[in-house]
């Protein structure tokens, strides 16, 4: 279901928008929000829902590892798009759970016209970082 409307979104998303994304506003397009779902610092398993304005995605990044990690994504609020690079975006609607492997460069984010949320989890792995390069095409993203 689509939501235009953040007011309207906050109701139904049942994680919470939590903060505005100022540690990674760099590799934004749009303004985007971070709830920590756990107390990562002290030892539990980092779990972080993720909240995109409409129109807001991520850069092209890829989140590498030498053994394990990668990344999955938890759709749960509004509709936003998935796509690593060589192959057509997906659709994520509330539900779609997307196992990104590690050293495979994508983006993920909000439909155009929709709130969107989706809750994402560090994969372990050993050697891991994140790079984070361009950002997303506006003529690509648009004519989603």
């Known amino acids: 279901m ?7 979104f906050e109701k139904v998303d049942a994680f919470g928008v939590g903060a505005p994304n ?4 760099q590799y934004f397009v749009g ?4 709830n ?14 993720v909240t995109f304005e409409p129109g807001c995605r991520n850069n092209w990044h890829i989140h590498h590892a030498d053994k394990g990690g990668g990344q999955i994504l938890i759709c749960t609020t509004g509709e936003g798009w998935y796509q690593e690079e060589g192959k057509e975006a997906k659709e994520l609607l509330p539900g ?16 155009k016209d929709t709130w969107f949320s989706h809750i994402a989890i560090e994969v372990p792995g050993e050697n891991t970082s994140t790079e984070w390069c361009e950002a997303v095409d506006a003529d690509t993203y648009n004519a989603l």
């Open 96 to 111: 779609t759970v997307i196992v990104i492997p590690a050293n495979v460069k994508h983006w993920h984010g909000a439909k």
């Open 22 to 25: 100022d540690g990674f506003a």
């Open 2 to 8: 689509k939501y235009d409307n953040r007011e309207e």
């Open 31 to 34: 303004n985007s929000y971070l």
């Open 36 to 49: 920590p779902l756990t107390d990562f610092a002290n030892g539990e398993f980092p779990l972080f829902n």
